[in-house]
């Protein structure tokens, strides 16, 4: 089990850092699915940007200390549950689909983290 928690959190973490980067360059895919459709300022791109980087992070350090790892992945459920609330709020149901993959993946490195704990 900790081999899969492990292999789950760097993957995580590897999107989260993707995403992440993506924000800082303004990638436009990017910049549609976060600022056009679910209506989140610009300016709020940066916070967005230390939240992800900061989730990856503690993934990371989460490897050998598995509390860090359950609070970075619980953070990074939050975050992607977060993220499909704004696409509700917003009025476009069907871009939910959007951070629902990131979403189950943080779920179960979640899960496997704490079993592996």
């Known amino acids: 089990m900790g081999l899969v928690a492990d292999v789950l959190a ?3 973490a590897a999107m989260l850092t993707l995403s992440a980067a993506l924000k800082v360059e303004r990638n436009e895919r990017s910049v549609y699915v976060v600022h ?43 975050y992607f549950v977060g993220a499909m609330a704004a696409h509700l709020i917003a009025g ?11 979403a189950m993946l943080a779920v179960a490195a979640l899960a496997f983290r704490i079993a592996g704990g």
């Open 36 to 78: 056009e459709l679910a209506h989140v300022p610009l300016a709020l791109f940066p916070a967005l940007v230390a939240v992800e980087l900061a989730g990856a992070i503690g993934l990371v350090v989460g490897l050998w200390s598995t509390p860090i790892g359950v609070a970075a992945s619980a953070g990074a459920v939050a």
């Open 10 to 12: 760097v993957v995580l």
């Open 92 to 102: 476009h149901p069907a871009a939910v689909s959007k951070p629902l993959p990131p």
